[in-house]
């Protein structure tokens, strides 16, 4: 909601959000993420799960692979229609029937009688897992002010990484009676804390309402955060840049019906470019190789890789901590800055893992290259892709700009995980990290030359900086600033 803060270069209501208004944002954006929760443990709540699903169903290797990489096909088809999701039935009810979604595909896996209802579960459970990775951001983009909208979207990478740790603490717990279907089941209860409390405690984003022109909804929403006059004055000025009156509103309508073709626009097309640019390099980085392998990784370097749910635990625990860190930083230090620093070390100690490897070097030293890795990772990248992707597109094509690039990112993911194996048989495990390694420089100069700061910037700020970033002295007309724009479009 980013007319609560004065903004460089707008005129209209000297309006700030007080420390109240704020706090309540926080408190919004902490129920909202709770899909990014589920996004994590749904994700690696079955590293644990299926050892035992293993044993108890006989399954064969391809089996359990399946098991593992179906979530992910599920995730792409997901994210692809949770844009269209969004911008029909608005961020809060898309949301709320995603949340009802993971309840749905959870008790389905939980209860599973045998592998194939086990797979369609899992099914499901992707095709949740994909559109809250894609609407969510989107999100908390549209109810941040803009002096803490990093901290606010990055709350999402913090809920993603505490899910996933959650989850392993649970396969912990439940690993010595080997009761995989409570490791499951336990999803839908954040799952039903998702949908109630999207439904019962978090308005509507502000900007999808005065596209729609439902000023009286968002009339509604400003008086939740800000004084009752200040809200009133804000209306007023938004009805008056929008050049429409009460019940009007088409330009949601004609966002909507000019689809995704709206993303190869002129003016959209750098948006996209740095989206999917980063949606692949977040995975293509080799993140979750790591993740996926780390105990068949940890064996290779010749220490005991028994307790494979213990070294999980332990590295979801860095990667938790380090994403706090990050959020700490991401409204001082700046996306880009972030960026290059863990591009940086990424590059640097995935490269160092590789060599360790093909050199024997001791196992302690390869241990720590891979715990580094995965700091510098969720340091920056792993927690600033999904900031971006609520950014970098205008506030009409954002649901559909954040819906095509996390579908990239999932295609990205599982076929960096397909290949990984069948990679190491071909070329040996240290030389495939050094191929990890190339593609982090690869993407360092990508954000170097193509991703500019967002930071404190309005749409109409981070679309001219993207223009010349790509060779284009001015935005195109698509990026005149409307009243949805000052009022958050997410910036």
């Known amino acids: 909601m980013q007319g609560f803060s004065r903004e460089p270069g707008t005129q209209g209501p000297l309006v700030r959000l007080e420390a109240g208004g704020k706090r309540k944002i926080y408190r919004w954006a902490g129920t909202i993420a709770v899909g990014g929760f589920l996004f994590g443990y749904d994700t690696g709540v079955v590293s644990g799960a299926l050892l035992f699903v293993t044993r108890d169903f006989r399954l064969s290797a391809a089996q359990q692979g399946s098991i593992v990489s179906v979530l992910l096909l599920g995730a792409m088809t997901g994210a692809l229609l949770a844009g269209r999701l969004a911008d029909g039935l608005g961020r809060r009810k898309a949301v709320a029937v995603e949340g009802a979604v993971f309840v749905v595909g959870t008790a389905i896996a939980a209860t599973a009688p045998g592998y194939a209802h086990l797979l369609v579960g899992r099914v499901v459970l992707g095709l949740a897992v994909g559109a809250a990775s894609a609407t969510v951001p989107v999100y908390l983009s549209e109810i941040s002010p803009t002096d803490i909208r990093g901290r606010v979207l990055s709350a999402n990478q913090l809920m993603i990484t505490t899910g996933i740790l959650v989850s392993y603490l649970v396969d912990l717990a439940f690993s010595r009676t080997g009761d995989w279907r409570v490791m499951f089941a336990l999803g839908a209860v954040p799952a039903v804390l998702l949908s109630l409390g999207v439904l019962l405690t978090v308005p509507e984003s502000l900007p999808w309402l005065v596209r729609g022109g439902q000023w009286h909804r968002a009339r509604a929403v400003l008086c939740r955060v800000m004084p009752r006059e200040e809200a009133e004055r804000m209306v007023a000025d938004l009805k008056e840049r929008q050049g429409q009156g009460p019940d009007g509103g088409g330009a949601q309508g004609r966002s909507r019906a000019r689809g995704r073709r709206a993303l190869l626009d002129r003016s959209v097309r750098p948006a996209l470019v740095v989206a999917l640019g980063m949606a692949a390099v977040q995975q293509f980085g080799g993140i979750n190789t790591i993740i996926y392998y780390a105990p068949t990784i940890i064996e290779q370097t010749g220490l005991s890789a028994s307790n494979s749910i213990f070294y999980s635990v332990f590295i979801g625990a860095i990667n938790l901590v380090m994403t706090i860190v990050a959020s700490r930083l991401i409204d001082r230090a700046g996306r880009r800055t972030l960026l290059l620093v863990s591009l940086s070390g990424m590059a640097l100690t995935v490269a160092l893992l590789g060599i360790s490897f093909m050199a024997g070097w001791n196992s302690e030293l390869s241990l720590l290259c891979m715990l580094l890795y995965i700091a510098v990772y969720a340091g920056g990248l792993g927690p600033v892709f999904w900031v971006l992707v609520g950014e970098v597109f205008p506030p009409a094509s954002r649901a559909l700009g954040s819906s095509t690039a996390t579908t990239a990112n999932w295609i990205s993911n599982f076929a960096v995980s397909q290949a990984f194996l069948p990679l190491v048989a071909v070329i040996g495990q240290g030389e495939t990290f050094l191929v990890f390694a190339v593609i982090c420089f690869l993407g360092l100069l990508f954000v170097a030359r193509f991703v500019p700061e967002t930071k ?28 949805a724009d000052r009022t958050g479009g997410g910036h």
């Open 456 to 483: 404190d910037r309005t749409p109409e700020e981070i679309g001219t900086a993207l223009g010349a970033r790509f060779g284009r002295s001015r935005p195109g007309p698509d990026r005149a600033r409307t009243g």
